[in-house]
């Protein structure tokens, strides 16, 4: 039975406006930090610690949590699609974020400069991350099943993204330090995201579930 316009739950408004609003909002807040902390101290010392953690949230956020969420929870092509737009956003957004930064390292501001492979990275690995979760959860709703699917999905493309950083000659993420900041952060977030799909589903089937007729 199709939904009338006055068909509305909790649910849609929970999903359909509180969420990603929220989101949205956490997003805009974390882009005014780093641009301040830019400006109050540059990358040296602790300001690039923080700096480099609010970077990291948000990365993770966009190009690893949403397409990971939306393959386990939808397809593989949800994901992919969803993945390889964020990422297409998150690098064009990183690029005009940043790059006034890039003339102290001698790259021109009006040239990629060595920024390619770094953002070609974000976009393909958030196109991966996003298919191969709905390919392999194949819409199971098995906890188990979509935790392993996360985990093997975020570490894919968290190794092929550490791989493509290698590559830019900008590059600063390397080293321990650098691995651990770039796959295992998607490692967690494999972990994590599969708990937040695994209450999107019981939610969504609790307030979909009919009452019992008695007949």
């Known amino acids: 039975m199709s939904l009338g316009w006055k068909d509305w739950s909790r649910s849609d408004i929970l999903c359909g406006v509180i969420a990603p609003l929220i989101v949205v909002l956490v997003i805009i807040g974390l882009s005014f930090i780093g641009p301040f902390l830019m400006r109050q101290g540059g990358m040296?010392?602790?300001?690039?610690?923080?700096?480099?953690?609010?970077s990291e949230i948000e990365e993770i956020l966009i190009v690893v949590a949403i397409p990971l969420l939306l393959g386990l929870v939808w397809n593989r092509w949800a994901g992919g699609t969803s993945g390889f737009l964020l990422g297409s956003i998150y690098a064009m957004w990183w690029y005009v974020k940043y790059i006034p930064y890039a003339g102290s390292g001698g790259y021109s501001r009006g040239a990629l400069g060595g920024f390619g492979p770094m953002l070609l990275g974000w976009v393909l690995t958030a196109m991966l991350i996003g298919y191969m979760a709905g390919a392999l959860n194949r819409?199971?709703?098995?906890?188990?099943?979509?935790?392993?699917?996360?985990?093997?999905?975020?570490?894919?493309?968290?190794?092929?993204?550490?791989?493509?950083l290698q590559l830019s000659p900008s590059n600063v993420v390397d080293g321990l330090d650098g691995f651990l900041l770039t796959v295992l952060s998607r490692t967690a977030a494999g972990v994590i995201i599969p708990i937040i799909a695994k209450v999107f589903m019981w939610y969504g089937v609790a307030m979909n579930k009919k009452p019992d007729s008695g007949s």
């Open 44 to 54: 040296g010392g602790s300001m690039g610690i923080v700096i480099g953690i609010i």
């Open 139 to 164: 819409g199971s709703e098995n906890f188990r099943r979509m935790v392993i699917v996360g985990v093997v999905s975020a570490t894919v493309g968290g190794l092929l993204l550490f791989w493509l």
